[in-house]
């Protein structure tokens, strides 16, 4: 299902003018990415070699991290991320990325520049209700309530995402959202930081999975009311920036304990 992105117009470094990408904070970036996708592969919301997450490169708008081409989450690490341009240039790292996640990522990190992280995956409730008939979220549990008015649906599916107009037409359907359903795909989390679509990422699939659990004892699931749903969600939003830091401080304790290689 993963293609490999055909290099063969395009050479394999940017050029003499070379960024200088061994900074402390880029550094820290590659670690919480890394953190993400190991964190990602425990709860099970990758798909084979299929998905993938980026984040702009920090003091560079115009590059981005990504997983390289062949590798589960489980098995990636800081060092091994790719540094891409908007042009399919790898900047820097070993490897390519996958055909999709270029031409998606690269896409909507030029479309859209507050994307500063973007997350895809076929995790499995979200995925399941974005196959699903009307509006996939319905706002009547709690943790639901944290995307109340953040949500897109991207209703035209439209195969694999293998050249830059099928990128563009996904970064339009995403709009002012964060987070979007892709209609018999998946789902696309962006963010303003790493820690923040982590935590709408790991939020949404549980949000998503009670909802399946609802859905399947046959009895209508009850919306919360619009006015409380809103209210509800001005207050989760209020500290949302914080609590994400927390929680995704916590996930990197646990992969120092589990995991420690991913830092490598």
Not at 182 to 188: A, E, N, R, T
Not at 213 to 235: C, D, F, H, M, N
């Amino acid at each position: 299902m993963a293609h490999s992105l055909n290099t063969s117009s395009v050479s394999s470094s940017a050029g003499a003018n070379q960024p200088r990408l061994e900074t402390e904070e880029i550094w820290r970036a590659r670690v919480d990415l890394a953190a993400c996708f190991r964190m990602a592969a425990h709860y099970g919301m990758e798909e084979g070699i299929c998905n993938h997450f980026s984040a702009v490169v920090p003091g560079y708008d115009d590059l981005f991290l990504v997983n390289p081409y062949g590798y589960a989450f489980s098995e990636l690490t800081a060092s091994m991320l790719l540094v891409c341009d908007f042009h399919g240039h790898v900047v820097a790292g070993e490897g390519k990325p996958e055909a999709t996640a270029f031409y998606i990522h690269a896409r909507i990190h030029k479309n859209i520049p507050r994307a500063k992280a973007a997350f895809h995956t076929h995790m499995p409730y979200a995925t399941a209700l974005s196959m699903t008939e009307g509006e996939p979220l319905i706002f009547a549990g709690q943790t639901a309530l944290k995307f109340y008015g953040r949500t897109a649906v991207d209703a035209n599916y439209n195969g694999l995402a293998l050249d830059e107009r099928e990128g563009d037409r996904i970064a339009s359907a995403i709009g002012d959202a964060d987070i979007v359903f892709m209609k018999h795909h998946g789902v696309m989390v962006c963010g303003p930081t790493i820690a923040e679509a982590w935590d709408d990422l790991y939020y949404l699939e549980r949000a998503c999975e009670v909802q399946t659990l609802a859905l399947s004892t046959g009895r209508k699931v009850l919306p919360v009311a619009p006015e409380i749903a809103e209210a509800a969600y001005l207050q989760m939003r209020e500290g949302d920036p914080e609590s994400a830091r927390l929680h995704f401080e916590s996930i990197k304790r646990t992969l120092d304990r589990t995991q420690p290689e991913f830092k490598n």
